[in-house]
């Protein structure tokens, strides 16, 4: 006997009981333990930060997470998981500087480091017990017992060994380079960071401004200008707050260039944009080559000198690369400073005036111009963003700054026109504050000169969906630029390079014992925290000069964290060196799409770079989640989805469902509770009333899958069998090939045929009293699919698998493996497998569906028997096909007799209504004799009366005694299909009687006849 199952099952309750179940009897470890030896199947769980509660998001990609190593171990692999928490980093810190209502640097240095960081340590950990919670609950089996934490000392000191291994090889060098900077975090971004930030909507200033020339620097006009009017070049920019670093002006060489004259004075802008530019009251007075303008001088706009701000040259040595701030020399000051216009082979003809305005301080272009020039660099901007100096703005954030410049310049007569202009602009991805361009020191990885290597490992990778492999991710690395992976902040892995003042002398640490046994070490104290300020007081003899070596400022990327977590999860080199070659790389990663840039990319850079190999085989790339309506899910639009409101509805089982089936891993999706809840009734319910009824009706025949032997099995059987093998060809297939959604969809359509098709068409077998051969074929075939149906299932829906597991297999078989985890995934019987079967059903039941419709175009319902209907189907071959499953069609559309129709054959009979879908035909005759009437209304009778047996709360197998009304007419038909009537009710007498008190009844009109039924449980 099979555990009674209602039909009404509350799924999250349901799962509860089995998340007990598991963990009592440690299904997880067993599944590793029994597969202990086999082959391994590696998963790389990219850490998540603890520091907020988890979102749908996340639960998106900790399914897709579970399903494949599920998958693999019931394939035979031994598949273990090491969970892992993403520590350190600017987000973190992020939120600790809200709850603490700072606004930037300074106040974290006066609250005092040390501080900053215990609290920074606590919160990443604020959310790990609802991070558990939610990982347990939606069934995602991974080792958090024993996960790795990026901010362990072990961890760090794996990190450093990476560092100095790159150290060595000359990959790491400090640059002096333009960065992207945020002013608010006070740190540089990383390109990969940078990418995440774009907004295309920023709004500036768009504004052309007059730069003076200087007389007597210029030689276009023959002598001098025909008039006294001053000469200007005119530039564009969307940023005013760079023009006080305005150190030179370039124009393409070959460009022309128009001298338009006006009132008051000369303007000059390249001849291609003069129309674009709109000068008003201007005309061309003479065309001059850009060539030409090169080598006059123009005013300053604002004199450095004049405001407090230093003026530095790049010095001959500036071209080489590397270069140091010390390259940029002091310069003296200078009141009749003058700036050149220089020539720029990037200047563009296509927006602006064709001159531009050059601030080596800002700008990658600018500063790769500067050094090839030789220009002046005039950094009139802190590390704030605030302008520094005693300019009327100073003191000001850049973009405040922008209004004021403006109004500055057009009091002395500078500014030709102002504007908006709406442009593509990066903003911080963390704080949302707006990037400068700076010219700064930073410490970068020479990722690109791995570029051919980091391409080539690609080519051994297998994205899911593909097009990631050579477009968002290929172009990512055929653009690769190097690495800026040091940052001025606080809470992160210390970068491990020690600098000596003295002699300049850099050595970078590899290992705490390297640390240890450095010359005159001082500040160690232990316990050691590898953070900072502790590891900053740590200071040691140069082996150079013996000066003293302290550490630089700097922590590192917290992407590199978690790109170092192939090997730094295993404390690698220093620890588990087995363990880390037995899990490189891994097999499998998942992730959504925005990580192409950050964790998958700083996974295979590392990897690349360190080990000259990819770390990861395969790769599925998931789409951002969108609200029902298609927007982005935000706190501040308050459209977030709640994780758990939709698992305490639904369960995780719908969810999981939802998340694997919805959209294929790649595409956008749009997210809602009541597509989980469609998902639920239309799948999982499906699912569970199979199961109902077979386990009712079972337990009433006591049907023993241990004894049923070989039974005879009818078409319909081997049908459902050949589709079952089918399947799980096809879901082995799909799961294979990382394509959890195919294989989804797959299942979702035998299910339905299971139930719409085979159960339906065979509820009578299971449903007659006898316990015949066609019965236990029934049974048998039914059962052999829920088994086989469990175990396909158990990697997406491991809860209601398991349910079903151990009630169908465990609960008649002691023996059986434990849980449905610890099975094996099925093998098809090929042989089981017969296509032409198939074909003749799937014929069938478009034909039935066919026949429904015409029904319905007829308005007559299904239960009324039709004396015939006329199938057309397009050839020989499906109408003999057909014939075959002529009784199945009779009984589906309740029809006395069929007849086949090929090709053009046949045609539009008057007498019947017909249904068309490409080539098939479907026409049922709509005349009723009184016979098909009264059958008519017998079967009407049947079902009101199993309906009332449900009402009256009788159970499936009670007998009862049907009472009913005495009409003429209604007792032609009880007498008539009384054998019917009996069986199909399980009625043991029909009497023509009123129906005792005790009686259940209920009255109905049926075609033209007021009938009233009584039944009550038979004695
Ligand atoms: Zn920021
Ligand atoms: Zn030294």
Same mark, same amino acid.
């Given at each position: 006997?099979?555990?009674?199952?209602?039909?009404?099952?509350?799924?999250?309750?349901?799962?509860?009981?089995?998340?007990?179940?598991?963990?009592?009897?440690?299904?997880?470890?067993?599944?590793?333990?029994?597969?202990?030896?086999?082959?391994?199947?590696?998963?790389?769980?990219?850490?998540?930060?603890?520091?907020?509660?988890?979102?749908?998001?996340?639960?998106?990609?900790?399914?897709?997470?579970?399903?494949?190593?599920?998958?693999?171990?019931?394939?035979?692999?031994?598949?273990?998981?090491?969970?892992?928490?993403?520590?350190?980093?600017?987000?973190?810190?992020?939120?600790?500087?809200?709850?603490?209502?700072?606004?930037?640097?300074?106040?974290?240095?006066?609250?005092?480091?040390?501080?900053?960081?215990?609290?920074?340590?606590?919160?990443?950990?604020?959310?790990?017990?609802?991070?558990?919670?939610?990982?347990?609950?939606?069934?995602?089996?991974?080792?958090?017992?024993?996960?790795?934490?990026?901010?362990?000392?072990?961890?760090?000191?794996?990190?450093?060994?990476?560092?100095?291994?790159?150290?060595?090889?000359?990959?790491?060098?400090?640059?002096?380079?333009?960065?992207?900077?945020?002013?608010?975090?006070?740190?540089?971004?990383?390109?990969?960071?940078?990418?995440?930030?774009?907004?295309?909507?920023?709004?500036?200033?768009?504004?052309?401004?007059?730069?003076?020339?200087?007389?007597?620097?210029?030689?276009?006009?023959?002598?001098?200008?025909?008039?006294?009017?001053?000469?200007?070049?005119?530039?564009?920019?969307?940023?005013?707050?760079?023009?006080?670093?305005?150190?030179?002006?370039?124009?393409?060489?070959?460009?022309?260039?128009?001298?338009?004259?006006?009132?008051?004075?000369?303007?000059?802008?390249?001849?291609?944009?003069?129309?674009?530019?709109?000068?008003?009251?201007?005309?061309?007075?003479?065309?001059?080559?850009?060539?030409?303008?090169?080598?006059?001088?123009?005013?300053?706009?604002?004199?450095?000198?004049?405001?407090?701000?230093?003026?530095?040259?790049?010095?001959?040595?500036?071209?080489?690369?590397?270069?140091?701030?010390?390259?940029?020399?002091?310069?003296?000051?200078?009141?009749?400073?003058?700036?050149?216009?220089?020539?720029?082979?990037?200047?563009?003809?296509?927006?602006?005036?064709?001159?531009?305005?050059?601030?080596?301080?800002?700008?990658?272009?600018?500063?790769?111009?500067?050094?090839?020039?030789?220009?002046?660099?005039?950094?009139?901007?802190?590390?704030?963003?605030?302008?520094?100096?005693?300019?009327?703005?100073?003191?000001?954030?850049?973009?405040?700054?922008?209004?004021?410049?403006?109004?500055?310049?057009?009091?002395?007569?500078?500014?030709?026109?102002?504007?908006?202009?709406?442009?593509?602009?990066? !903003?911080?991805?963390?704080?949302?504050?707006?990037?400068?361009?700076?010219?700064?020191?930073?410490?970068?990885?020479?990722?690109?000169?791995?570029?051919?290597?980091?391409?080539?490992?690609?080519?051994?990778?297998?994205?899911?969906?593909?097009?990631?492999?050579?477009?968002?991710?290929?172009?990512?690395?055929?653009?690769?630029?190097?690495?800026?992976?040091?940052?001025?902040?606080?809470?992160?892995?210390?970068?491990?390079?020690?600098?000596?003042?003295?002699?300049?002398?850099?050595?970078?640490?590899?290992?705490?014992?390297?640390?240890?046994?450095?010359?005159?070490?001082?500040?160690?104290?232990?316990?050691?925290?590898?953070?900072?300020?502790?590891?900053?007081?740590?200071? !040691?003899?140069?082996?150079?000069?013996?000066?003293?070596?302290?550490?630089?400022?700097?922590?590192?990327?917290?992407?590199?964290?978690?790109?170092?977590?192939?090997?730094?999860?295993?404390?690698?080199?220093?620890?588990?060196?087995?363990?880390?070659?037995?899990?490189?790389?891994?097999?499998?990663?998942?992730?959504?799409?925005?990580?192409?840039?950050?964790?998958?990319?700083?996974?295979?850079?590392?990897?690349?770079?360190?080990?000259?190999?990819?770390?990861?085989?395969?790769?599925?790339?998931?789409?951002?989640?969108?609200?029902?309506?298609?927007?982005?899910?935000?706190?501040?639009?308050?459209?977030?989805?709640?994780?758990?409101?939709?698992?305490?509805?639904?369960?995780?089982?719908?969810?999981?469902?939802?998340?694997?089936?919805?959209?294929?891993?790649?595409?956008?999706?749009?997210?809602?509770?009541?597509?989980?809840?469609?998902?639920?009734?239309?799948?999982?319910?499906?699912?569970?009333?199979?199961?109902?009824?077979?386990?009712?009706?079972?337990?009433?025949?006591?049907?023993?899958?241990?004894?049923?032997?070989?039974?005879?099995?009818?078409?319909?059987?081997?049908?459902?069998?050949?589709?079952?093998?089918?399947?799980?060809?096809?879901?082995?297939?799909?799961?294979?090939?990382?394509?959890?959604?195919?294989?989804?969809?797959?299942?979702?359509?035998?299910?339905?045929?299971?139930?719409?098709?085979?159960?339906?068409?065979?509820?009578?077998? !299971?449903?007659?009293?006898?316990?015949?051969?066609?019965?236990?074929?029934?049974?048998?075939?039914?059962?052999?699919?829920?088994?086989?149906?469990?175990?396909?299932?158990?990697?997406?829906?491991?809860?209601?698998?398991?349910?079903?597991?151990?009630?169908?297999?465990?609960?008649?078989?002691?023996?059986?493996?434990?849980?449905?985890?610890?099975?094996?995934?099925?093998?098809?019987?090929?042989?089981?497998?017969?296509?032409?079967?198939?074909?003749?059903?799937?014929?069938?039941?478009?034909?039935?569906?066919?026949?429904?419709?015409?029904?319905?175009?007829?308005?007559?319902?299904?239960?009324?028997?039709?004396?015939?209907?006329?199938?057309?189907?397009?050839?020989?071959?499906?109408?003999?096909?057909?014939?075959?499953?002529?009784?199945?069609?009779?009984?589906?559309?309740?029809?006395?007799?069929?007849?086949?129709?090929?090709?053009?054959?046949?045609?539009?009979?008057?007498?019947?209504?017909?249904?068309?879908?490409?080539?098939?035909?479907?026409?049922?005759?709509?005349?009723?004799?009184?016979?098909?009437?009264?059958?008519?209304?017998?079967?009407?009778?049947?079902?009101?009366?199993?309906?009332?047996?449900?009402?009256?709360?009788?159970?499936?197998?009670?007998?009862?005694?049907?009472?009913?009304?005495?009409?003429?007419?209604?007792?032609?038909?009880?007498?008539?299909?009384?054998?019917?009537?009996?069986?199909?009710?399980?009625?043991?007498?029909?009497?023509?009687?009123?129906?005792?008190?005790?009686?259940?009844?209920?009255?109905?009109?049926?075609?033209?006849?007021?009938?009233?039924?009584?039944?009550?449980?038979?004695?």
């Amino acid at each position: 006997m099979f555990r009674p199952v209602s039909s009404k099952v509350n799924f999250p309750q349901l799962e509860k009981s089995l998340l007990s179940f598991w963990k009592e009897h440690q299904i997880f470890g067993k599944s590793l333990e029994t597969r202990c030896g086999a082959t391994q199947f590696t998963l790389y769980e990219g850490p998540p930060t603890a520091n907020g509660s988890p979102g749908i998001h996340h639960v998106l990609s900790r399914v897709f997470k579970d399903v494949i190593p599920r998958y693999k171990t019931m394939k035979g692999y031994y598949a273990p998981r090491k969970g892992g928490w993403d520590t350190h980093g600017l987000p973190v810190e992020l939120e600790v500087e809200k709850m603490l209502g700072f606004t930037g640097k300074a106040q974290i240095e006066e609250y005092g480091v040390a501080k900053f960081n215990a609290h920074c340590r606590d919160s990443v950990f604020n959310y790990l017990k609802e991070w558990e919670a939610m990982t347990e609950r939606i069934g995602f089996w991974l080792d958090l017992e024993h996960a790795y934490r990026t901010l362990e000392n072990s961890y760090i000191e794996s990190c450093w060994w990476a560092l100095k291994q790159l150290w060595d090889k000359g990959l790491i060098y400090q640059g002096y380079r333009v960065t992207p900077h945020c002013p608010r975090c006070g740190t540089s971004l990383s390109s990969h960071e940078v990418a995440l930030g774009y907004r295309d909507d920023a709004e500036d200033p768009s504004v052309y401004i007059k730069f003076k020339l200087k007389v007597g620097s210029f030689t276009f006009f023959v002598a001098q200008p025909p008039s006294d009017k001053p000469v200007f070049l005119l530039a564009w920019t969307t940023t005013p707050w760079t023009l006080p670093g305005n150190t030179a002006l370039a124009v393409a060489p070959k460009a022309q260039y128009s001298i338009m004259e006006g009132a008051d004075d000369y303007l000059i802008l390249a001849t291609a944009l003069v129309d674009k530019v709109q000068l008003e009251g201007y005309k061309s007075i003479k065309v001059v080559s850009g060539r030409g303008l090169v080598g006059s001088e123009y005013q300053p706009l604002f004199n450095p000198h004049d405001f407090g701000v230093e003026r530095r040259r790049f010095s001959a040595r500036a071209a080489e690369e590397n270069l140091s701030y010390e390259m940029l020399t002091l310069q003296p000051e200078d009141k009749n400073l003058a700036y050149p216009v220089i020539s720029g082979d990037f200047v563009s003809m296509e927006e602006g005036t064709g001159i531009v305005h050059i601030a080596p301080a800002f700008g990658e272009v600018d500063f790769e111009a500067g050094k090839s020039e030789g220009l002046d660099f005039v950094q009139p901007v802190g590390l704030d963003g605030k302008i520094t100096g005693t300019f009327p703005f100073a003191g000001k954030f850049v973009k405040d700054a922008d209004p004021l410049v403006l109004e500055n310049l057009k009091s002395r007569g500078l500014l030709y026109r102002g504007g908006r202009i709406v442009h593509t602009y990066p !903003f911080c991805w963390r704080c949302e504050a707006p990037l400068l361009y700076y010219a700064k020191r930073t410490w970068y990885i020479r990722t690109s000169l791995k570029k051919e290597a980091l391409i080539s490992g690609n080519d051994e990778i297998n994205w899911y969906p593909e097009h990631i492999k050579y477009g968002r991710f290929g172009n990512w690395l055929e653009n690769n630029v190097d690495w800026a992976f040091s940052r001025e902040r606080y809470w992160g892995t210390p970068l491990n390079v020690w600098n000596c003042s003295d002699c300049g002398n850099y050595e970078c640490i590899e290992s705490l014992e390297d640390l240890k046994s450095k010359p005159n070490l001082q500040g160690l104290i232990e316990p050691l925290d590898l953070h900072r300020p502790f590891v900053d007081d740590i200071t !040691f003899s140069c082996s150079k000069c013996g000066g003293k070596m302290k550490r630089q400022a700097e922590v590192i990327d917290c992407w590199f964290d978690s790109g170092a977590m192939p090997f730094a999860q295993w404390h690698y080199p220093f620890e588990n060196e087995d363990t880390f070659n037995r899990s490189f790389p891994a097999d499998y990663i998942s992730e959504a799409v925005d990580q192409t840039r950050g964790w998958f990319y700083s996974l295979h850079a590392i990897s690349t770079l360190l080990f000259d190999r990819p770390c990861f085989k395969n790769v599925i790339c998931l789409g951002h989640i969108l609200d029902a309506e298609g927007e982005k899910m935000s706190k501040a639009r308050g459209n977030v989805v709640d994780p758990w409101s939709v698992l305490d509805s639904y369960g995780a089982d719908a969810l999981r469902w939802y998340l694997f089936t919805a959209a294929p891993a790649g595409n956008v999706r749009r997210f809602s509770s009541d597509a989980v809840a469609e998902v639920l009734r239309n799948f999982l319910l499906t699912l569970w009333n199979i199961y109902s009824f077979f386990v009712v009706y079972a337990n009433i025949d006591c049907f023993d899958p241990k004894s049923a032997g070989t039974p005879s099995l009818s078409d319909l059987d081997k049908w459902i069998i050949s589709r079952l093998n089918q399947l799980v060809v096809d879901v082995d297939e799909a799961l294979d090939n990382y394509d959890p959604t195919s294989a989804g969809r797959k299942l979702e359509v035998f299910v339905d045929e299971l139930s719409n098709w085979y159960v339906r068409r065979s509820r009578r077998r !299971f449903w007659k009293s006898q316990s015949d051969a066609d019965k236990l074929a029934a049974y048998t075939t039914l059962y052999g699919c829920l088994v086989t149906l469990s175990k396909l299932l158990a990697p997406f829906t491991p809860f209601v698998a398991e349910e079903m597991y151990q009630n169908l297999v465990r609960s008649v078989d002691s023996k059986a493996v434990e849980s449905v985890h610890l099975a094996d995934f099925p093998v098809p019987d090929r042989a089981q497998i017969d296509a032409e079967l198939v074909e003749a059903t799937r014929l069938a039941m478009t034909v039935c569906s066919l026949g429904r419709a015409a029904r319905a175009k007829a308005g007559i319902k299904v239960r009324q028997p039709l004396s015939r209907a006329l199938v057309k189907v397009r050839s020989a071959g499906e109408k003999k096909a057909l014939q075959k499953l002529t009784y199945q069609i009779l009984d589906e559309l309740n029809v006395k007799e069929v007849e086949f129709h090929k090709g053009e054959e046949g045609g539009d009979e008057p007498g019947y209504i017909s249904a068309v879908e490409g080539d098939y035909l479907v026409a049922v005759a709509t005349e009723l004799s009184p016979e098909l009437e009264a059958e008519g209304i017998a079967r009407e009778v049947v079902r009101r009366l199993q309906t009332m047996r449900r009402s009256a709360g009788l159970d499936i197998a009670d007998h009862i005694v049907t009472y009913y009304n005495d009409g003429d007419s209604i007792q032609m038909v009880m007498t008539k299909f009384a054998d019917y009537i009996k069986q199909e009710t399980l009625s043991r007498d029909l009497i023509s009687a009123a129906p005792p008190a005790e009686s259940y009844t209920e009255k109905f009109r049926i075609s033209n006849y007021e009938i009233s039924l009584g039944i009550k449980k038979a004695a």
